[in-house]
């Protein structure tokens, strides 16, 4: 946590997405009274945001200023619009474009120049703010570009209904409960695994000795006999690992899922202030680059810009609790780079940042730094996974079946 602020940070999930009856994690935080008194209401639960929820935002330019909101929301309209089109190649046999990119670029060049009433400046403003929202989608997928993004399969994400909620006691605080219900010790941390035998007959010592098919192998040499192993390491993970963490290998069906599925970063960086600089209603501070369009190539210069694929802060409420902290999210090569600075450098980056964006150049920058780092930390190395172009969600199903595979599996 911060300091000076009783405050707790979230380095990894942050909301509950749709929290409603058909979402696991809403139903279980229901059950163990996990949730504050709003999120729990009804209405609530109701509220379709297509995945996209609505917060009182301000939108700020590279300019120095706050954007024109009316013709912020029309050019992210036409995102929303452009996105959710893409729900019609769904089982396409000839997608028009590879990538959710290729098609959201190639739908932009085509309309934009017919909008903004063929104003120059009001179309370069829509192109900014169209190049904004494919950042922000970047890190809603959890990749450095929409161009990786498979179009095809991208229409199978679903949106369940509610107002996306946090958990008061922090997302730890459904882990733990699911915890205390097992016994004592049954769960152990700090064990590394290093092999996991999946296809044998190991005897365990003693007299009524039985033989188990499982021997899971720990880095500090302890071992496990087992009926079952289950195995939810990050994709990321198993990316670098597979080849030596399974005996025998994968079927190579399985090594291709783990090949072909993507796997990006999405990092946190919070910001904690002396004294709030936005208004208390505010909740979302974005910001665009005013020179920006999606329809040219970023300049470059990842070590020199890479604090541009920086989306904006949400302000995390309530600051009673939290002190005046934001919460910057950052997605991809971008933001695996920040991982490698130091906090000052992050701080500097950040101060520079927002002192451009609220044309203020006497801003104080804030009093500390704390940031997430899932592309440097070994047992994740990202954050979450996309189904990437040549990919495809059988690719998923494909990585949860169980083995040995059962040869009467129909799949």
Same mark, same amino acid.
């Not at 010592?205 to 899971?216: C, I, K, L, S, T």
């Not at 291709?256 to 208390?280: C, D, H, M, V, Y």
């Given at each position: 946590? #911060?300091?000076?602020?009783?405050? #707790?940070?979230?380095?990894?999930?942050?909301?509950?997405?749709?929290?409603?009856?058909?979402?696991?994690?809403?139903?279980?935080?229901?059950?163990?009274?996990?949730?504050?008194?709003?999120?729990?209401?009804?209405?609530?639960?109701?509220?379709?945001?297509?995945?996209?929820?609505?917060?009182?935002?301000? *939108?700020?330019?590279?300019?120095?200023?706050?954007?024109?909101?009316?013709?912020?929301?029309?050019?992210?309209?036409?995102?929303?619009?452009?996105?959710?089109? *893409?729900?019609?190649?769904?089982?396409?046999?000839?997608?028009?474009?590879?990538?959710?990119?290729?098609?959201?670029?190639?739908?932009?060049?085509?309309?934009?120049?017919?909008?903004?009433?063929?104003?120059?400046?009001?179309?370069?403003?829509?192109?900014?703010?169209?190049?904004?929202?494919?950042?922000?989608?970047?890190?809603?997928?959890?990749?450095?570009?929409?161009?990786?993004?498979?179009?095809?399969?991208?229409?199978?994400?679903?949106?369940?209904?509610?107002?996306?909620?946090?958990?008061?006691?922090?997302?730890?605080?459904?882990?733990?409960?699911?915890?205390?219900? #097992?016994?004592?010790? *049954?769960?152990?941390?700090?064990?590394?695994?290093?092999?996991?035998?999946?296809?044998?007959?190991?005897?365990?010592?003693?007299?009524?000795?039985?033989?188990?098919?499982?021997?899971?192998?720990?880095?500090?040499?302890?071992?496990?006999?087992?009926?079952?192993?289950?195995?939810?390491?990050?994709?990321?993970?198993?990316?670098?690992?597979?080849?030596?963490?399974?005996?025998?290998? #994968?079927?190579?069906?399985?090594?291709?899922?783990?090949?072909?599925?993507?796997?990006?970063?999405?990092?946190?960086?919070?910001?904690?202030?002396?004294?709030?600089?936005?208004?208390?209603?505010?909740?979302?501070?974005?910001?665009?680059?005013?020179?920006?369009?999606?329809?040219?190539?970023?300049?470059?210069?990842?070590?020199?810009?890479?604090?541009?694929?920086?989306?904006?802060?949400?302000?995390?409420?309530?600051?009673?609790?939290?002190?005046?902290?934001?919460?910057?999210?950052?997605?991809?090569?971008?933001?695996?780079?920040?991982?490698?600075?130091?906090?000052?450098?992050?701080?500097?980056?950040?101060?520079?940042?927002?002192?451009?964006?609220?044309?203020?150049?006497?801003?104080?920058?804030?009093?500390?730094?704390?940031?997430?780092?899932?592309?440097?930390?070994?047992? *994740?190395?990202?954050?979450?996974?996309?189904?990437?172009?040549?990919?495809?969600?059988?690719?998923?199903?494909?990585?949860?079946?169980?083995?040995?595979?059962?040869?009467?599996?129909?799949?």
């Amino acid at each position: 946590s #911060l300091p000076a602020a009783s405050g #707790l940070a979230e380095m990894g999930a942050h909301w509950i997405h749709g929290p409603s009856p058909g979402n696991p994690v809403f139903c279980l935080a229901s059950r163990y009274g996990l949730l504050g008194p709003e999120a729990a209401r009804e209405e609530n639960q109701q509220v379709e945001a297509g995945g996209h929820p609505p917060m009182p935002s301000v *939108t700020y330019g590279s300019s120095g200023k706050v954007l024109n909101p009316k013709a912020v929301r029309e050019a992210r309209d036409l995102f929303y619009a452009l996105l959710a089109s *893409t729900r019609a190649f769904q089982g396409s046999k000839e997608p028009p474009w590879p990538s959710v990119g290729q098609y959201v670029r190639a739908e932009i060049a085509r309309t934009v120049p017919t909008m903004a009433g063929g104003q120059e400046d009001a179309r370069q403003l829509q192109l900014a703010v169209l190049a904004a929202c494919l950042k922000l989608e970047c890190c809603i997928s959890g990749t450095h570009s929409m161009d990786l993004v498979g179009l095809e399969p991208f229409g199978e994400y679903v949106s369940l209904p509610g107002l996306d909620c946090t958990f008061p006691g922090g997302y730890s605080s459904l882990a733990e409960r699911l915890l205390s219900d #097992l016994p004592e010790g *049954t769960v152990l941390f700090d064990k590394a695994v290093r092999t996991i035998q999946w296809q044998g007959s190991f005897r365990e010592e003693g007299d009524d000795a039985r033989v188990f098919p499982v021997r899971v192998e720990c880095e500090d040499g302890d071992v496990f006999l087992a009926d079952h192993v289950v195995i939810t390491v990050p994709l990321g993970f198993l990316k670098e690992r597979y080849q030596e963490l399974f005996q025998p290998p #994968l079927p190579e069906r399985k090594a291709q899922a783990i090949r072909s599925l993507g796997f990006g970063t999405n990092n946190k960086i919070f910001l904690e202030f002396e004294q709030p600089f936005w208004e208390p209603e505010q909740q979302l501070l974005e910001v665009v680059w005013e020179d920006e369009s999606p329809l040219e190539e970023p300049s470059g210069d990842l070590e020199a810009n890479w604090f541009r694929k920086l989306i904006g802060f949400v302000v995390l409420q309530p600051p009673e609790q939290h002190g005046h902290v934001l919460c910057g999210f950052i997605a991809g090569k971008e933001s695996e780079h920040m991982e490698t600075l130091s906090d000052a450098e992050v701080l500097s980056a950040m101060t520079r940042v927002l002192r451009t964006m609220t044309g203020n150049p006497e801003l104080p920058p804030p009093r500390s730094v704390l940031r997430s780092r899932w592309h440097s930390a070994p047992y *994740t190395r990202g954050s979450y996974s996309y189904v990437a172009v040549g990919s495809s969600g059988d690719d998923i199903d494909v990585l949860a079946q169980p083995l040995p595979e059962d040869p009467r599996d129909p799949r």
